[in-house]
């Protein structure tokens, strides 16, 4: 069984500081690893993926995230926070060696607020 | 290219109607996966349907049910509403050769009153 924690329900950071949202995973097999971001009122959007190639990961919106297998680590950055950064961010893993490798196991989600 | 559709948006329900929710998946995706969103227990996998066959299924009653056209688009039914299916249900299309690029429409949101 695979399973996702994401620590901090909540994160606020001032327009133009370090963006870190934190994603820990649990899985018997290599996972694809994910983060969405959802605004208030959408659905899911697709920032970036982890697929087994390179363990660094450009996303959309100037957002990276680095697979560190020792750590089980899969946590979502951006070096300057923009005020329309704020939304809920959710880090999602599955089993691309199963039968149902598009079943997103989700984490609980991070809501982050931007200061001005 | 058209993105996920889901209709209706908005729908309230009352406790033991029933209610069928639609998505239209991206030209050309075959597969489509169905999510409930709740506060109390996040994002939680309902069904994928694969070319009009279910392929999976999560961890729900027996009152969920889909399915998938020819066309690709897909309905879920939920029969004998409860209170706690209140809910944002996603939709979420992919296509054949790909495993992760899940797309994702705006949601229904029912409520059960």
């Known amino acids: 069984a695979q399973s996702v924690t994401q620590l901090g329900s909540h994160v606020s950071v001032s327009e133009g500081a370090l963006v870190l949202l934190r994603c820990n995973y649990s899985?018997?097999?290599?996972?694809?690893l994910f983060w969405y971001v959802q605004y208030p009122n959408q659905g899911l959007q697709l920032l970036l993926k982890y697929t087994s190639a390179a363990t660094l990961v450009k996303g959309i919106n100037g957002f990276e995230a680095e697979f560190k297998k020792s750590e089980t680590s899969f946590h979502l950055t951006k070096p300057s926070a923009h005020m329309s950064d704020a939304a809920e961010y959710f880090c999602a893993v599955s089993d691309p060696s199963s039968g149902s490798a598009r079943q997103l196991t989700f984490g609980s989600g991070t809501q982050l607020t931007v200061l001005p | 290219k058209a993105g996920v559709t889901q209709t209706p948006r908005y729908l309230i329900k009352t406790r033991g109607q029933q209610v069928t929710l639609s998505c239209s998946p991206i030209?050309?995706?075959?597969?489509v996966s169905w999510y409930q969103q709740t506060p109390g227990q996040g994002l939680q996998f309902l069904f994928e349907?694969?070319?009009?066959?279910?392929?999976n299924k999560g961890n729900f009653p027996g009152r969920f049910s889909g399915r998938q056209f020819s066309n690709s688009r897909s309905e879920m039914n939920v029969s004998t509403l409860e209170l706690g299916d209140s809910a944002l249900y996603l939709c979420?299309?992919?296509?054949?050769?790909?495993?992760?690029?899940?797309?994702f429409g705006p949601g229904t949101r029912l409520t059960v009153t």
């Open positions: 030209s050309g995706h075959r597969s």
């Open positions: 899985s018997s097999v290599p996972p694809y």
């Open positions: 349907y694969f070319s009009e066959t279910q392929r």
């Open positions: 979420a299309s992919s296509a054949t050769a790909s495993l992760y690029e899940q797309y």
